[in-house]
């Protein structure tokens, strides 16, 4: 089981999944489960898990973040996400999965999760592999792109009037298959393809995320921001030279900025002590480069403040939201046109101690049946072009698009 990727673990149903670089956990089955809504999502959450930490008996030998009980979660980006589709606002979610299997620094592990004291060992093995998206028909989702450059075209205008800094749009694209989706096809092509990325599933959203909102381990708490992209060409020499114009662009490097702001300004409540580097470094993925920054702290009291607290505490920051906040999010519900659903918002892990990893849910979709709905977005300034920021987030939909078609 050692050389097996943990993605090649999952069952068709229940399949749950966090990993990166081939390390971190995957889970299936369901032992507990709570949806939440609204504005209280965050906190009811919390507060059922609390109780289920508490209650539970734990016996684990590993004794490393993601070993013993744990939960995945996905959150809505909205208070009121739904309610333009004409569906109840909701869909956040914490899943208890019955089994789950991690591998960290060449340590594997298997966890069983069940009501009776005693539990039977649960039988982890290489499943069949799954069956390949089928006949993808990709069209426009809530806009089309004409659409959108007058929505990104408008954004421009209300910065430039002083309003506020930054906002960061959406769009999304439809894909309709011609059987229902085995999400473990994309995901296995997801975590082939991305391996320096977060490739997840959480109760049909799926994706591969490069940025981490939140992880929290035995105190430490780190932050990955990203803000300002530019799309490869497949050229070493002229994408090394792209890598450097990314990071002199005084568009990128203000797009970054804010968002480093936000997130600095968020955890410096719970942190006795942050160290936010003065200059951003070049993120290389495969299909875009985009600019970076680690920020890191210490948190103040450990028992107060969980992985999952700090992750509210961070949504939505400037990078999928925008600066100032209240003023960003009051723009993005006027002229984006779209229920972003879970999409941009925090996906991941908590285990009974508080620790955890919650990335943001980018380069991803939701998925129900043969419909998947992928998206992306992008950060818009004054120096925005709204043709520019159109490309860029064609750019963005390619890792998903192409789980969702390559052979």
């Known amino acids: 089981m050692e050389d097996v990727p943990l993605t090649h673990l999952l069952p068709a149903d229940g399949a749950l999944a966090w990993v990166r670089d081939g390390d971190g956990i995957v889970g299936w089955g369901e032992a507990a489960r709570i949806e939440t809504a609204g504005d209280k999502r965050f906190a009811e959450a919390s507060q059922w898990w609390r109780e289920v930490s508490a209650h539970a008996v734990v016996r684990d030998r590993v004794g490393v973040p993601g070993s013993g009980l744990l939960a995945f979660g996905s959150f809505a980006f909205a208070d009121d996400s ?14 208890v999965p019955r089994v789950v299997v991690g591998r960290r620094g060449g340590t594997t592990w298997v966890t069983t999760i069940r009501e009776e004291a005693l539990a039977p060992s649960a039988d982890v093995a290489p499943t069949d592999a799954p069956s390949a998206p089928e006949d993808a028909v990709f069209t426009d989702g809530s806009t ?10 408008e954004a421009v205008r209300r910065i430039e009037a002083g309003r506020l800094d930054k906002v960061v749009l959406a769009r999304d694209l439809v894909a309709d298959l011609a059987a229902p989706l085995d999400v473990r096809a994309p995901l296995r092509r997801l975590a082939e393809a991305y391996p320096n990325c977060w490739t997840f599933h959480v109760d049909h959203l799926f994706g591969a995320t490069p940025e981490m909102l939140v992880r929290r381990e035995r105190g430490l708490v780190t932050s990955r921001v990203l803000a300002g992209t530019i799309r490869r060409t497949g050229d070493d020499a002229r994408d090394l030279a792209l890598a450097g114009s990314l990071a002199r662009s005084s568009k990128d490097l203000e797009e970054h900025e804010y968002a480093v702001r936000s997130v600095a300004d968020a955890l410096e ?27 890191a702290g210490v948190v103040a009291d450990h028992e107060s403040a969980s992985a999952r607290d700090l ?12 600066t100032p906040r209240s003023v960003a999010l009051e723009l993005i519900a006027e002229i984006e046109h779209l229920d972003r659903g879970r999409y941009a918002a925090p996906v991941g892990w908590i285990d009974a101690d508080g620790d955890g990893e919650w990335g943001i849910a980018l380069r991803s979709a939701e998925y129900d049946g043969a419909r998947v709905r992928l998206f992306a977005g992008c950060g818009i300034v004054a120096d925005s072009d709204p043709e520019a920021e159109l490309a860029e987030a064609q750019a963005k939909l390619v890792p998903v698009r192409d789980a969702l078609t390559s052979a």
């Open 82 to 95: 739904g309610r333009t589709r004409g569906r109840e606002p909701g869909s956040s979610v914490l899943i």
């Open 144 to 153: 089309s792109g004409t659409q959108w450059e007058s929505i990104v075209a």
């Open 269 to 295: 409540p719970y942190c006795s002590s942050t160290n936010v580097p003065e200059t951003p470094f070049v993120l290389h993925l495969p299909n875009v480069m985009h600019l970076a920054t680690d920020v």
């Open 311 to 322: 992750a509210e505490a961070l949504h939505p920051s400037a990078a999928v939201g925008g």
